[in-house]
């Protein structure tokens, strides 16, 4: 199991990106959610397999993206934490 915290940042809100995101980490069966912030970026934290982590990652990073990810990427932060029992689904927030 890996769980990452991922900041979005571009036109990332007021666009269905939260939506999205779910829609793509629920296929890779991947817990966690996807959270506006007050700066502008979206907070994504995902935890599953390694292989469907590196995934989503990939996803948000693709430019241009060939899942019709709405908005605009401009960067993509990762940072590794330790996994959290317990954890269900994945929401937006």
Not at 21 to 44: F, I, K
Not at 64 to 69: A, G, H, I, Q
């Amino acid at each position: 199991m890996r769980r990452v915290v991922i900041f979005v940042r571009g036109r990332v809100q007021g666009v269905g990106f939260r939506w999205w995101t779910r829609a793509r980490a629920l296929e890779l069966s991947l817990v966690g959610h996807a959270m506006n912030m007050a700066d502008g970026r979206v907070e994504v934290c995902a935890q599953g397999g390694p292989a469907a982590v590196d995934a989503l990652i990939a996803l948000l990073r693709e430019d241009p993206s060939t899942r019709s990810r709405p908005g605009r990427v401009d960067g993509v932060v990762v940072q590794e934490h330790p996994v959290r029992d317990g954890l269900t689904g994945f929401r937006e927030r």
